[in-house]
């Protein structure tokens, strides 16, 4: 008695994936539209209470980086 060998079906190949998009060059403006649009936009000064917001920012921003620096020295000195 012969033994038969089955051979095991050929793997499917898996779907073709989405090709990837297709990138198009934007046209870059030229200097004279940037200024013309720049001068169109009009003058607005800071609010005092944007002025307190940046002040406080930058003020809360320096002190936790001065607490990050001493958390840094006091528990990682190496």
């Not at 870059?28 to 800071?46: C, D, H, N, S, W």
């Amino acid at each position: 008695m012969a033994a038969v060998v089955e051979t095991p079906p050929e793997p499917k190949a898996p779907p073709m994936a989405k090709p990837p998009p297709v990138l198009r060059a934007v046209p870059r403006p030229t200097e004279g539209k940037v200024a013309e649009e720049l001068a169109k936009i009009p003058y607005e000064p800071f609010l005092p209470v944007e002025a307190h917001l940046v002040t406080w920012s930058l003020v809360l921003g320096a002190v936790l980086l001065g607490v990050l620096v001493w958390v840094s020295y006091a528990f990682f000195a190496g």
